[in-house]
T-cell receptor, first 114, second 113 residues
Framework: DTAVSQTPKYLVTQMGNDKSIKCEQN?????MYWYKQDSKKFLKIMFS???????INETVPNRFSPKSPDKAHLNLHINSLELGDSAVYFC?????????????FGPGTRLLVL | AQKVTQAQTEISVVEKEDVTLDCVYE???????LFWYKQPPSGELVFLIR??????QNEISGRYSWNFQKSTSSFNFTITASQVVDSAVYFC??????????FGKGTRLHILP
């Protein structure tokens, strides 16, 4: 059983399009995250939601909008895609209550903007 | 200032050699957590270990061992008798008083047969 799943695994699209990446976790975790990994493998947090509430919002263009319909899902919508958005996007989740819990990552979504 | 420094960008060793991946962190908090993650060529991120700042005891898990030293703000990772399957990018990470994990830039490890 997949703990943290993301769809799609690969996404190739044209500049200017709008696209969404979906994330689901079946671990019963309260907190979910989106990370971006650039071409140099640098991983950086973008957003964090706890029980559907936004708690971390790093300096990310407002073309990126996370949406959490319930605590098991955290989707990432990207408007007006740009070439620089090409990256691997990882979703992660962590258990409730305390901070600094281990985060478990999804398999990643490889986004290529042409 | 960079909070997690992995000075070794890339390392190559021959199979069965031991290899140590360095990680130096920076924090003003007294309570923090350190992590190591592995990213194999397939791309997923695999959790290896989590250590809190109050537990300086070194840990061994099979061929993997971790050396946490607060005096030098280091959390180094050693693979003993390396194998080709250990080839991956390894990330050290730090979590302070919030839910963010700050990752180092990673060390790409090549194990040569």
């Amino acid at each position: 059983d997949t703990a943290v799943s993301q769809t799609p695994k690969y996404l190739v699209t044209q500049m200017g399009n709008d696209k969404s990446i979906k994330c689901e976790q079946n671990l019963g975790h309260d907190t979910m995250y989106w990370y971006k990994q650039d071409s140099k493998k640098f991983l950086k947090i973008m957003f964090s939601y706890n029980n559907k509430e936004l708690i971390i919002n790093e300096t990310v263009p407002n073309r990126f909008s996370p949406k959490s319909p319930d605590k098991a899902h955290l989707n990432l919508h990207i408007n007006s895609l740009e070439l620089g958005d090409s990256a691997v996007y990882f979703c992660a989740s962590s258990p409730p209550a305390s901070h600094q819990e281990t985060q478990y990552f999804g398999p990643g979504t490889r986004l290529l903007v042409l | 200032a960079q909070k997690v420094t992995q000075a070794q960008t890339e390392i190559s060793v021959v199979e069965k050699e031991d290899v140590t991946l360095d990680c130096v962190y920076e924090t003003r908090d007294t309570t923090y957590y350190l992590f190591w993650y592995k990213q194999p060529p397939s791309g997923e991120l695999v959790f290896l270990i989590r250590r809190n700042s109050f537990d300086e005891q070194n840990e061994i898990s099979g061929r993997y061992s971790w050396n946490f030293q607060k005096s030098t703000s280091s959390f180094n990772f050693t693979i003993t008798a390396s194998q080709v399957v250990d080839s991956a990018v390894y990330f050290c990470a730090l979590s302070e008083g919030d839910d963010k994990i700050i990752f180092g830039k990673g060390t790409r490890l090549h194990i040569l047969p």
